[in-house]
């Protein structure tokens, strides 16, 4: 049973995203692509959305995100109960109870954030959502209000996991962990 509510949360998660359409096409004399080389090469970096703690993935105590089961990524011990955009990008998605917002950067990397732990049981309650689906935004915009007493007191944990589902660990270069403000640079992706 475990493992059918994992493989539906990531169903649910994978659809979140709209799919990709991979196709390459390559026209360009080898100085073009010389030229480019800083482009292809250039870090993606990410900025804090939220204050207080941030923990590796792995602490997260829900499986399929601490085995990365939804993609590489860090979590936060929340202090405020705000979400800032962690990059310049697109908001692809605000679940239904507006406790998880999947948004795509400027670069194209999907990203979500998932407030809290077992937090779609509140069905939307204390949760404010401050952006549209479609919406451009940049880093640090408002994107949520969350009661974080409110969540304290009525779901497992407050933790809130960062992943990029099409990332593993191996592409992500966590800069701190620890104490964190909004707005701080945490991570560049390889």
Known sequence: MKNNVLKKFNQAIQSF????EKTHTINSSS???IQNTEEVTAENKFYSPI????????ETPDEAFAQAMMGGGVAFIPTVGEVVAPCDGIINAIFPTKHAIGM???????LLIHVGL???????????????EGQQIKTGDLLLKFDLEYIKQNVPSVITPMVFPDLEDSNIKVLQFGDVNKQDEI????
């Open 118 to 132: 077992d937090t779609v049981n509140l069905q939307g309650k204390g949760f404010e959502a401050q952006v549209d």
């Open 104 to 110: 795509t950067s400027a670069k194209g990397v999907e």
């Open 51 to 58: 204050q207080g703690k941030l923990i590796p993935l792995s």
């Open 187 to 190: 991570i560049e992706l390889n």
């Open 31 to 33: 100085s073009d692509i």
């Open 17 to 20: 995203f709209k799919p990709k």
